[in-house]
């Protein structure tokens, strides 16, 4: 499932992106991205300790969670 994430194409690696199952290792990469972080950031899957610090940093990511 990562595979698709690391495409060059951006539509794919956007699309691949979204996908439930991904790995929240992957996500957390994702977001350190710019072209997928938004992608990574609406994906349904990414779990509540990560979104609380993506709203408390404004969208920055500032390390690991405390």
Do not use: C, F
């Amino acid at each position: 499932m990562e595979r698709p994430t690391q495409d060059p194409e951006h539509a794919v690696k956007a699309a691949a992106t979204h996908h439930p199952n991904l790995p929240q290792s992957r996500l957390e990469e994702l977001l350190d991205d710019e072209e997928p972080a938004h992608a990574a950031a609406a994906n349904p899957a990414l779990n509540l300790e990560t979104i609380r610090r993506l709203v408390r940093t404004d969208g920055r990511r500032v390390g690991p969670p405390a």
